[in-house]
């Protein structure tokens, strides 16, 4: 197993607990989706991952040594990390933004030598951005800048990469063509977690999927086994239909409007708005 | 074969204009400051002849060679030798190393702060430096105790800053700039009350004159006590250039990158105090220029700290080698450098900042 994690548990200091009892692994090639409602702990745990955040409890192993007594150097060259878009207030251009990938890579006090620039350029081409090598990285699209911070995590030349809500922010052609990447991605011998707003997307890229609620994995398996109506109803309060599509022949997720549905025959106590979510163990509804 | 031809010129004319402006701008950003340096030591109240100045300062270097092979006749009179050697040229290397030392510094922290309006003094420097000061003269302690608790007192006010900052366990750079605030508050408020203290007659106005900013007194021996932190500090930032353009992006990719950020920002803050500290100690508090001209250079050349901190550093001595001229040339008493480079800086960064090319979002 390339990354495996084993009762993970957070807490901030001195704050409340994000979660716990978080277990999964990793294989070669293969793509985890984690799904779940704003601020459940998604981009927490991936920033655990990244050893970003030191875990409360729990053990995170990457290729069979313990990561918290990794160097972060040496994490860096196997863990690529790819946060959530924010604003930058300097404008590197493209090209040297994504030779800061080459970081992990480079002695304290060298700079990126011609191999650095070749690998960087090979990511650009890699995700399709040749044409704006030389704009300022803050005056590209929102799409553009997600494949830069993609390509300079790539530039590290990890096994791992780590997507904070690729898709966010993106326009529909955008969110599609990032998924692909991935998917070339992974075909290509990297493993892939991300964490993501749309059940669909799971369907798209993923083999497996793990949905976060109540401060752990409430499920975790294949895509088909884990996205369900009844998960995803449970998790995100809204009703949907998952059905196989011949037209692109894989499943698809489908929201209704609340309290609108035409699913009553299915669905025994009906579903008007949050009547049919499910208890939380131990706790109330806060929907 | 026209297609050719006409590939290669849209090609050439296309690289043209960058071509050359490029060439233009570097031969003018690194030409100009041998320049000013030597002009610098030929403008003053007592003329000393460009060409004398020149045979002046070959004349250790020809002297080295054998007296069969050229003989040096002194041109200049021995007035002339002591205006050039003793009083100006150490007052013109202090220039320099002020100049390019608060730039590098301001443009370092920049982009450890990850912001554009970022001055070397952020962390308290300047004041901890200027109460240092402001308690020796008070003490009449003498000209080198005053630049050493000057020194001191630097150093010590960015310790407490940093210390502060640690007590809290949040956003680390915000907190540091606001521990940054409250020191230099305080230390603010210790040089007044130095102030309020002293003498009205003989030491308030050597208080007041000192924090206003001046190089007319250094001499070769502070000179030989400053420059060795100077350079030292400012060769490490230079080696880590690189590295600065990832904290300038974020903490946390630089962090997921593999950069040790806690103990890089450890250094940027010692290099940065250790460079602020020794210019403020031999030149006073002189504001604007760790400011004004890191914004220059970055719409120069880029935010690329590979070719922003060279390009800072020169221009930065350039800038303070034009203000100390015309400090002591614009009229017959000198006037305070930290007035200057507020006057000349405050319009100029206005400008600047109407352009809409800083480098900045």
Not at chain 1, 95 to 101: K, S
Request: proline content about 5%; aromatic content about 8%.
């Amino acid at each position: 197993m390339i990354l495996e994690v084993t009762d993970a548990g957070f807490a901030y200091p001195g704050g409340k607990k994000v979660f716990s009892n978080i277990s999964f692994s990793l294989a070669d090639r293969e793509v985890l989706c984690i799904l779940g409602p704003n601020g459940i702990g998604k981009s927490t745990l991936i920033r655990c991952l990244a050893n970003l955040y030191d875990l409360c409890s729990g053990s995170i192993r990457l290729f069979g040594k313990e990561m918290s007594g990794l160097h972060q150097v040496e994490i860096a060259k196997k863990v690529g990390y790819v946060p959530q878009a924010h604003e930058i207030v300097f404008p590197f251009s493209v090209r040297d933004f994504i030779l800061m990938g080459r970081a992990p890579h480079l002695a304290a006090f060298s700079a990126p030598g011609k191999e650095d620039y070749e690998i960087a350029m090979e990511k650009i081409e890699l995700v399709g951005i040749e044409k704006i090598t030389e704009k300022p990285v803050n005056m590209i699209s929102g799409g553009e800048y997600q494949l830069a911070m993609i390509a300079r995590a790539l530039a590290q030349e990890p096994a791992i990469l780590l997507l904070d809500e690729p898709t966010s922010h993106l326009d529909f052609g955008n969110q599609v063509r990032i998924l692909e990447i991935i998917d070339q991605l992974a075909e290509s011998g990297l493993s892939v977690i991300m964490s993501s707003h749309f059940p669909d997307h799971a369907f798209l890229t993923s083999n497996s999927v793990a949905i976060m609620k109540y401060g752990t994995f409430m499920a975790y398996g294949l895509a088909e086994d884990v996205v369900t109506e009844a998960n995803l109803r449970q998790t995100y309060g809204v009703d949907v239909s998952i059905t196989y599509s011949n037209d692109v022949a894989r499943h698809i997720c489908v929201p209704h409007r609340s309290g609108k549905c035409r699913c009553g025959s299915k669905l025994p106590t009906g579903c008007s708005g949050n009547s049919s979510i499910v208890e939380p163990p131990g706790g109330s509804s806060t929907m | 074969m026209t297609t050719v031809t006409n590939r290669i010129s849209s090609t050439y004319m296309a690289i043209r204009p960058f071509f050359k402006r490029k060439v233009i701008s570097t031969i003018l950003i690194y030409g100009t400051l041998p320049v000013l340096f030597v002009a610098s030591l030929f403008l003053g109240q007592y003329d000393v002849s460009p060409s004398h100045v020149i045979d002046l300062l070959g004349a250790p270097f020809l002297n080295l060679l054998p007296e069969e092979i050229i003989h040096v006749n002194p041109s200049w009179t021995a007035a002339e030798y002591n205006i050039v050697y003793v009083i100006r040229l150490p007052r013109v290397i202090a220039a320099v190393l002020v100049g390019s030392g608060l730039a590098l510094a301001g443009a370092a922290y920049q982009g450890l702060f990850k912001n554009p309006l970022v001055s070397p003094d952020i962390l308290g420097v300047s004041s901890g430096a200027g109460f240092g000061a402001a308690l020796a003269i008070l003490l009449s302690a003498g000209a080198f105790m005053t630049q050493l608790s000057a020194f001191c007192f630097g150093i010590l006010a960015v310790a407490i800053t940093y210390l502060l900052s640690r007590f809290y366990r949040t956003t680390p750079t915000l907190i540091l700039v606001l521990s940054g605030i409250i020191v230099g508050a305080f230390f603010t408020a210790l040089i007044s009350l130095t102030k309020y203290l002293a003498d009205p007659y003989e030491k308030l106005p050597a208080i007041t004159f000192w924090l206003m900013g001046s190089l007319a007194a250094v001499r070769y021996t502070d000179l030989l006590l400053v420059a060795p932190p100077i350079l030292a500090a400012a060769t490490i930032l230079i080696l880590i250039r690189w590295r600065i353009n990832l904290l300038a992006v974020g903490d946390d990719e630089a962090r997921a990158l593999g950069i040790d950020t806690k103990r890089m920002s450890q250094i940027i803050i010692l290099c940065s105090t250790l460079i602020t500290a020794g210019a403020v100690c031999i030149a006073g508090i002189i504001g604007w220029v760790g400011l004004v001209v890191p914004h220059l250079c970055r719409m120069l050349v880029g935010p690329d700290y590979r070719k922003l901190l060279p390009v800072t550093i020169i221009l930065g001595a350039s800038y303070l080698l034009i203000i100390d001229d015309i400090a002591r040339n614009l009229t017959s008493a000198e006037i305070p450098l930290g007035i200057l480079t507020a006057i000349i800086g405050a319009p100029f960064f206005a400008y600047l900042l109407r352009k809409r090319s800083v480098g900045w979002t």
